[in-house]
């Protein structure tokens, strides 16, 4: 919403400056976005006379003008310019700008040129040069009594403030400067002066009838006024009506439609006029039929359906009802009868409409928010008064079909809402005085007060409505910052459990040297599949780009094109995670938290890329399963109880990959180097190994009663250990080997781990070689040699049995 | 000379050509050689001592002192010599086990790793409000139209709901379709939904908006914050906002400017702009007489309230809500939003944060 100062001193008499009015607007909730000030810069752009404009001798298209600013009157030359507008000639008025000058519509500064031989000391020019439109078409065709010299903004009126204000939805008030000038007055910085529209006699009966016909439908008109102004001469409006129209970026086009743009700004009241000599027979407001067109006034033909509201003669369409009129029966210079309409529609019907046909115009927006419906009526009684002193003619009588009267709305308000929501208390004249200023009617003493609430206000519906307008206009500043006690419960901790396992996550996997990324939550429809995804209903219906399309299934997609972009950029070790959300299903409980990373080329834990220390070798399986259990033993995971499956889902090698769960129902995550066909399909270089693991996955722990942790048992004997090499088939896994060990005697054996793996000569063909080193801890004596070996050939047993094994000789 | 002719000189001159031997001996293996010629059982030292016995007691008298101190400079100079030897040996074999110490390391994992400046802002964020008495809330990504926009009094058509470019999933055949939340509100409509007052929760998450330039992306991440009780006013929404901010930016005192506003879930609404000074690029807080806008907020709607199952005329409360990533902006001065979901590893070398620094109210946010 934009206007000038004087405009807005139209309807708000004050001494405030423009800093406190612009101050003051934001500080009641209109927010200034923008105080345009031209006149400074627009200051040396002089309006001068072409004393004579004679063909450049050099140049068919150019003219050599000599230019007086008034300094020939002082005795002083002409100035000389070269300009090669179409429309200089000898005699025209038109505006200067000398040599030094700063052109803003060029964004250049202007020097003395010389050009084709003759010099040029300046340059006349155009709206655009100025940027005071867009007006390029030729220099600036003044009027012959325009004073030279002068300033052309002081002379255009082009140098008043513009202040443009961010406005809120909410306040449909506000799209006028009548309304604005309401709001502010309420303040004190000034007051509001009310400009009521006159009633005009009307001095014969409305010639043309308004049905408004919805059927059995929704109504979409609650009310509908016309006039006809007959013998009218339309034309360009008046300079001054130009220049306020031109000062906030609208076209003027002709008195009558001047007009109503006017309307609209000024009281928030948009109009349409119709040509009546070419509106044929008597108007009907309707739904619109399906498949029915309008060539509306932006030269652009819309085809229309029922969902839209428009205003048919007997011809057919007219008007798109609250948007935009046809172009059929628009006023020209040639209009001598025009039909005002002023009417209300539906404000949800008008948004759908204007939203499904694309069209954002200045009634739109203020029929969308909602128009005060008592001013119907007098809107158009001022439009009429307007018509008839710019343009002449004789004014029917008003039609009005349907009715626009509201329904009033009284707020039973407690005068101590105030307190209680916001925290301080104004006086009875004060809380009146500011609700009477806003045009609200106050009745009632005491605690409880009846409120009327002005048909201007739809946005105002309850009490904490009524706070809001007391307490903006207070100010905000005025309410006392309150300290905010913590509170009498206990201290506890803050996050839920996958809150808390997120939190862990990140810092374990940063720990091991994975860098943390955030992509995006959605991911394309081909490697949404590629991870298991891509279904329908989690396809946007409205993406922003055809690459984020699918809610993704799993984090991998984005890391790894984020790890082939980092190589693509020159690194190419890089080692990435995130923890997320991953979507399986549409629904809260189908979103999971994931876990998942992936190191690429020779991003190890141990060190990326090549070093003195050792041979540069790349990531493996083993790196994304650390990765893997990393974040288990971070997020609290009982790690001991996790087995580890050979395979995962299709995107990692089949071999060199496994699945973490417990028992077959509760998968936790999947570890492995990444499928050579994945990385075709995507089109990455490799080598890749990641995992994920979901978070929600972990069983949680059972609270314990107390945090003591268990009571530590040091045992006085030495432990022992022993290493085991057993021949096992080839595809045996470590694990059961391991596993068997330990199951022998859970109290005596503290330890197995896995010291060598051999494959090759010695050891037959199929075969493998696994050493263990079992370590033994006696509990209440020193364990005889004979004790220890008993133990040895158990679990030589034991392994045998589970596994085949046989001691390797 | 008989066996017990020796001379007194002859005890002298052994003496003197063994000590001779003993520093001539080179290694240990030639002082050993010289040992046992000496004190060995064959020894001339050894030779010696065994005449001693057949002596005549004046001859022992005055030989035996001789021999015997002949044997102890003898053993004494051995021994030292050895421990020599010994030692020359050592420094022989660490200067052949030196190497370059200059050699670099490998960095530490935890010192190369980053965490990305969102989730290190939502610690910060967790930290402050926690100290409050705030609860973590959080809720699907994944919404309905009802919890995103009805239920927070959107009216069905109203203009602000176009003021959110939502991205919607595919209609269903009850005519329902899902969207992707605008804002984390929703998560404040579960909590009211699911909890009994008093509520005092922040909500962090993701959140959507098909809109891209330098400054909006499709997907960015807000914080919100929910008070519901009975008493709580805008006085306490204010002070709760100015600790914050102190907090969070880590400053001694802000001044702050609440402008009145409009949000469909709140009433009174506002707009909360934060001071600061501009220099060269860099924004300071605290300071300046510039002002920057970081949040919204306001006293929850008595509509909102109604929805969720709670008297607006009993229960009352605020909420607030601010980009993470704006205020991340904000503070550790990145420029464009878009780089932090661009995974570019020096972009998150740089501007991301260390594992094992993690922001505490004792140890400092960002320290």
């Given at each position: 919403m934009k206007f000038t100062l004087s405009w807005l001193k139209d309807h708000f008499d004050t001494v405030a400056s423009l800093d406190e009015i612009v101050d003051k607007l934001t500080m009641i909730g209109l927010e200034v976005e923008h105080v345009e000030d031209k006149s400074a810069q627009l200051k040396p752009f002089v309006i001068a006379s072409v004393i004579s404009a004679e063909k450049h001798p050099n140049a068919d298209r150019l003219r050599v003008c000599m230019v007086d600013i008034g300094q020939v009157a002082k005795g002083e030359k002409p100035i000389q310019v070269v300009c090669g507008a179409p429309n200089a000639r000898t005699g025209m008025k038109s505006v200067f700008s000398p040599a030094g000058t700063f052109i803003p519509g060029k964004n250049i500064t202007l020097t003395v040129g010389n050009i084709r031989g003759v010099e040029s000391h300046g340059m006349l020019c155009s709206e655009a040069e100025l940027m005071l439109s867009e007006d390029h078409d030729g220099i600036i065709d003044l009027p012959a009594d325009a004073p030279v010299g002068t300033p052309y903004v002081d002379y255009a009126g082009a140098a008043e403030p513009v202040i443009e204000i961010n406005l809120t939805p909410n306040r449909s008030d506000c799209t006028s400067v009548n309304g604005i000038a309401r709001d502010l007055g309420a303040t004190l910085i000034g007051d509001y002066r009310e400009n009521a529209p006159k009633r005009i006699e009307g001095k014969f009966p409305c010639p043309v009838k308004v049905t408004l016909d919805f059927g059995a439908t929704h109504p979409l008109c609650p009310a509908f006024g016309l006039r006809l102004v007959r013998g009218v001469k339309n034309g360009p409006s008046p300079e001054w009506l130009q220049k306020r129209l031109t000062a906030i970026g609208l076209r003027p086009i002709n008195a009558l439609v001047d007009i109503t743009n006017y309307m609209t700004f000024d009281r928030g009241r948009p109009l349409h006029v119709f040509d009546a000599k070419k509106v044929k027979g008597h108007l009907t407001v309707r739904r619109a039929e399906n498949g029915e067109t309008l060539l509306a006034l932006d030269g652009k033909t819309y085809t229309l359906d029922t969902a839209m509201c428009v205003i048919a003669d007997e011809k057919g369409v007219e008007s798109l009802a609250g948007i935009m009129g046809g172009e059929e029966s628009g006023c020209d210079e040639n209009t001598t009868d025009v039909l005002i309409e002023s009417a209300l529609w539906d404000p949800f019907n008008i948004a759908q409409t204007g939203r499904k046909l694309g069209i954002n115009t200045d009634a739109r927006y203020r029929f969308e928010r909602g128009v005060d419906p008592n001013f119907m009526v007098p809107g158009l009684e001022l439009a009429t008064a307007m018509v008839m002193d710019l343009c002449g003619g004789e004014p029917s009588e008003i039609l009005v079909a349907g009715d626009p009267t509201p329904k009033e709305l009284v707020i039973d308000y407690p005068v101590s809402e105030l307190e209680r929501l916001v925290g301080i208390k104004l006086s009875q004249t004060e809380?009146?005085?500011?609700?009477?200023?806003?045009?609200?009617?106050?009745?009632?003493?005491?605690?409880?007060?009846?409120?009327?609430?002005?048909?201007?206000?739809?946005?105002?519906?309850?009490?904490?409505?009524?706070?809001?307008?007391?307490?903006?206009?207070?100010?905000?500043?005025?309410?006392?910052?309150?300290?905010?006690?913590?509170?009498?419960?206990?201290?506890?901790?803050?996050?839920?459990?996958?809150?808390?396992?997120?939190?862990?996550?990140?810092?374990?996997?940063?720990?091991?040297?994975?860098?943390?990324?955030?992509?995006?939550?959605?991911?394309?429809?081909?490697?949404?599949?590629?991870?298991?995804?891509?279904?329908?209903?989690?396809?946007?219906?409205?993406?922003?780009?055809?690459?984020?399309?699918?809610?993704?299934?799993?984090?991998?997609?984005?890391?790894?094109?984020?790890?082939?972009?980092?190589?693509?950029?020159?690194?190419?070790?890089?080692?990435?995670?995130?923890?997320?959300?991953?979507?399986?299903?549409?629904?809260?409980?189908?979103?999971?938290?994931?876990?998942?990373?992936?190191?690429?080329?020779?991003?190890?834990?141990?060190?990326?890329?090549?070093?003195?220390?050792?041979?540069?070798?790349?990531?493996?399986?083993f790196d994304a399963k650390a990765d893997a259990f990393a974040v288990l033993a971070g997020a609290g995971a009982p790690v001991q109880a996790l087995q580890i499956v050979p395979g995962a889902p299709a995107w990692f090698h089949p071999g060199r990959s496994g699945t973490i769960q417990i028992g077959p129902q509760n998968v936790i995550g999947h570890f492995g180097e990444l499928h050579p066909s994945l990385l075709a399909a995507l089109k990455v270089d490799g080598p890749l190994a990641g995992f994920e693991v979901i978070l929600d996955n972990i069983p949680v722990a059972k609270a314990k009663p107390t945090r003591a942790k268990p009571l530590l048992e040091l045992s006085a004997f030495q432990p022992v250990e022993r290493d085991f090499a057993f021949v096992v088939e080839s595809k045996v896994k470590a694990a059961d080997v391991v596993r068997a060990a330990q199951n022998v005697d859970k109290k005596l054996i503290v330890g197995v781990t896995v010291f060598d793996v051999y494959e090759g000569t010695g050891i037959e063909p199929g075969k493998k070689s696994v050493a263990i080193a079992v370590t033994i801890q006696p509990r209440d004596k020193t364990m005889t040699d004979a004790e220890i070996e008993a133990l040895a050939g158990k679990i030589v047993a034991e392994v045998s049995k589970r596994t085949g094994g046989v001691l390797r000789g | 000379m008989t066996v017990h002719g020796v001379a007194m000189s002859d005890i002298a001159k052994l003496e003197s050509d063994l000590l001779a031997a003993v520093s001539a001996a080179?290694?240990?293996?030639?002082?050993?050689?010289?040992?046992?010629?000496?004190?060995?059982?064959?020894?001339?030292?050894?030779?010696?001592?065994?005449?001693?016995?057949?002596?005549?007691?004046?001859?022992?008298?005055?030989?035996?002192?001789?021999?015997?101190?002949?044997?102890?400079?003898?053993?004494?100079?051995?021994?030292?010599?050895?421990?020599?030897?010994?030692?020359?040996?050592?420094?022989?074999?660490?200067?052949?086990?030196?190497?370059?110490?200059?050699?670099?390391?490998?960095?530490?994992?935890?010192?190369?790793?980053?965490?990305?400046?969102?989730?290190?802002?939502?610690?910060?964020?967790?930290?402050?409000?926690?100290?409050?008495?705030?609860?973590?809330?959080?809720?699907?990504?994944?919404?309905?139209?009802?919890?995103?926009?009805?239920?927070?009094?959107?009216?069905?058509?109203?203009?602000?709901?176009?003021?959110?470019?939502?991205?919607?999933?595919?209609?269903?055949?009850?005519?329902?379709?899902?969207?992707?939340?605008?804002?984390?509100?929703?998560?404040?409509?579960?909590?009211?939904?699911?909890?009994?007052?008093?509520?005092?929760?922040?909500?962090?998450?993701?959140?959507?908006?098909?809109?891209?330039?330098?400054?909006?992306?499709?997907?960015?991440?807000?914080?919100?914050?929910?008070?519901?009780?009975?008493?709580?006013?805008?006085?306490?929404?204010?002070?709760?906002?100015?600790?914050?901010?102190?907090?969070?930016?880590?400053?001694?005192?802000?001044?702050?400017?609440?402008?009145?506003?409009?949000?469909?879930?709140?009433?009174?609404?506002?707009?909360?702009?934060?001071?600061?000074?501009?220099?060269?690029?860099?924004?300071?807080?605290?300071?300046?007489?510039?002002?920057?806008?970081?949040?919204?907020?306001?006293?929850?709607?008595?509509?909102?309230l109604r929805n969720c199952g709670l008297d607006p005329e009993e229960y009352q409360g605020f909420a607030w809500g601010m980009g993470i990533d704006r205020i991340a902006m904000l503070k550790y001065g990145m420029n464009d939003l878009r780089a932090f979901f661009e995974a570019d590893v020096r972009w998150l070398n740089h501007y991301g944060f260390r594992p094992l620094d993690f922001p505490t109210l004792a140890g400092g946010l960002s320290s």
């Open positions: 809380t009146r005085r500011t609700l009477e200023r806003l045009g609200f009617f106050a009745a009632g003493q005491g605690e409880r007060m009846k409120v009327a609430v002005p048909s201007w206000r739809p946005d105002v519906h309850g009490r904490a409505d009524i706070v809001e307008e007391l307490v903006r206009i207070a100010g905000v500043d005025k309410v006392p910052s309150t300290p905010f006690p913590r509170g009498a419960n206990a201290r506890k901790p803050v996050l839920t459990t996958i809150q808390g396992r997120t939190r862990k996550a990140k810092r374990a996997l940063a720990a091991r040297g994975m860098t943390e990324a955030v992509t995006w939550s959605f991911v394309s429809k081909r490697e949404a599949e590629l991870f298991g995804g891509g279904k329908p209903e989690l396809a946007l219906a409205n993406p922003i780009a055809a690459e984020l399309s699918d809610m993704r299934p799993s984090l991998l997609a984005g890391l790894i094109a984020s790890a082939q972009k980092n190589a693509d950029r020159g690194y190419p070790d890089v080692a990435l995670f995130e923890v997320g959300q991953i979507f399986k299903g549409d629904k809260p409980e189908d979103q999971f938290i994931a876990a998942t990373g992936l190191r690429r080329a020779l991003a190890k834990a141990s060190g990326a890329g090549r070093h003195w220390s050792g041979k540069a070798s790349p990531v493996d399986v | 080179k290694d240990e293996t030639a002082l050993e050689a010289v040992r046992v010629g000496a004190l060995g059982k064959s020894g001339s030292i050894s030779a010696l001592l065994k005449t001693l016995g057949s002596m005549t007691p004046d001859e022992r008298k005055e030989k035996g002192p001789a021999i015997n101190g002949l044997k102890d400079r003898v053993g004494a100079a051995i021994a030292t010599a050895r421990e020599t030897l010994a030692s020359a040996a050592l420094n022989a074999r660490l200067a052949s086990e030196t190497v370059d110490v200059t050699l670099p390391l490998r960095d530490t994992p935890a010192e190369i790793g980053r965490v990305h400046p969102i989730s290190q802002v939502i610690d910060e964020l967790t930290a402050i409000f926690s100290d409050m008495g705030f609860a973590v809330a959080e809720g699907p990504d994944i919404e309905t139209d009802d919890y995103n926009f009805t239920k927070l009094n959107f009216p069905e058509g109203h203009p602000a709901r176009e003021m959110h470019d939502t991205f919607y999933f595919p209609q269903k055949s009850d005519g329902s379709r899902l969207l992707l939340r605008t804002h984390t509100s929703p998560v404040q409509v579960r909590t009211m939904l699911s909890q009994k007052p008093p509520i005092r929760v922040i909500c962090p998450g993701r959140t959507y908006r098909s809109d891209s330039d330098q400054t909006h992306t499709p997907m960015f991440h807000q914080v919100e914050g929910l008070v519901i009780d009975k008493t709580s006013h805008l006085g306490h929404l204010k002070w709760i906002l100015e600790e914050f901010c102190k907090a969070f930016f880590e400053v001694d005192s802000v001044k702050m400017r609440f402008r009145p506003s409009f949000f469909p879930f709140t009433e009174p609404s506002m707009e909360v702009d934060i001071q600061c000074r501009r220099d060269k690029g860099e924004i300071r807080f605290g300071e300046g007489n510039d002002w920057l806008e970081i949040l919204g907020c306001g006293m929850v709607h008595p509509n909102v």
